[in-house]
Structures are given as C-alpha cells and as structure tokens.
C-alpha cells in the first residue's frame, strides 16, 4: 500500500504498526512550536528518532540535547524522554520503536 504524507499534519500517526513486523513501531510526528510530545519511556524497546525538519530538544538521561533537520538521536531501554518543539517553524521527526533481542 502506498501513502502520502503530509509534513504540515500534526500529531503523531503510526506508519508502520507491530502487527505488520516482528515487534518494531515506526511513525512520524509533527510538533508546533512550543509543542512537546510528552515525557513518556522507551519501557522494554529501544527507540531512534530521524530528524527531518525543525530544530528542537530532547529531554533524556537526565540531560537535554538539541536536536535537528539532519540529526539522529538513539534512546536506551527503560529510559524516559520527552521531545520539545523549541524553534519558529514545525519540527518532524520519525520514530523507529523496536524491542530489544535477548541474547
């Protein structure tokens, strides 16, 4: 199935669900300026967020990192972050949730 995005949709929308892969989540979300996501944990998974558009921050490990058009940011299991819009224009980002293989 082929979809289209919009980059200017807010919110956040599932593109790929667990159901349709062996356990990883992908999405995209759109934040306005001065929007934030929501602290929330990666629980059991590990996450990657692909910057596409936007400048923000994120909040995690007990310390806040600016994030970025062009940037990748990797977040450990059992970590709790946010993602805070803190530029003029929208920030998007797409996030990969996968659970962790035990070896």
Do not use: W
Request: contains cysteine.
């Amino acid at each position: 199935m082929i979809e289209v995005l919009n980059l200017d949709e807010q919110g956040s929308k599932e593109l790929i669900s667990r159901a349709r892969t062996a356990g990883m989540k992908v999405g995209l979300t759109v934040l306005r300026p001065g929007q934030a996501v929501g602290r929330h944990s990666t629980g059991q998974n590990e996450e990657v967020l692909v910057f596409l558009r936007g400048q923000g921050r994120l909040v995690a490990d007990g310390g806040e990192h600016e994030v970025g058009e062009g940037m990748v940011a990797y977040i450990p299991p059992r970590t709790e972050h946010n993602v805070l819009n803190t530029g003029e224009g929208l920030l998007c980002y797409i996030y990969v949730v996968a659970p962790v293989r035990r070896a």
